[in-house]
């Protein structure tokens, strides 16, 4: 599942296989989640998985970026991988 179909939550893993809706955390919450990014990715991370959640594409969140859906992709997986972790 990604953020976009998870129509305003954060879909993540509990145990192996149930997958539950979480509200998107807060920019204090979400600044712990990368404690090793430095300020600008972070905020470039934000803005993309906050697109991500209100529904824009992969291609439409990277856009003003420049960099392309299959980065937004990994961005994304790495976000649910470290909300998951947390959940």
């Not at 392309?68 to 992709?73: F, L, P, S, W």
């Amino acid at each position: 599942m990604n953020l976009k179909l998870a129509q305003g939550r954060v879909p993540i893993r509990v145990g192996n296989s149930t997958i539950k809706l979480v509200d998107f955390p807060s920019r204090g919450e979400f600044d712990k989640l990368y404690p090793n990014l430095g300020d600008d990715s972070r905020d470039r991370y934000w803005q993309i998985l906050k697109a991500r959640i209100e529904g824009a594409t992969m291609l439409e969140a990277g856009k003003p970026f420049g960099i392309t859906k299959q980065r937004v992709k990994q961005i994304e997986a790495k976000f649910l991988n470290l909300m998951s972790r947390r959940g």
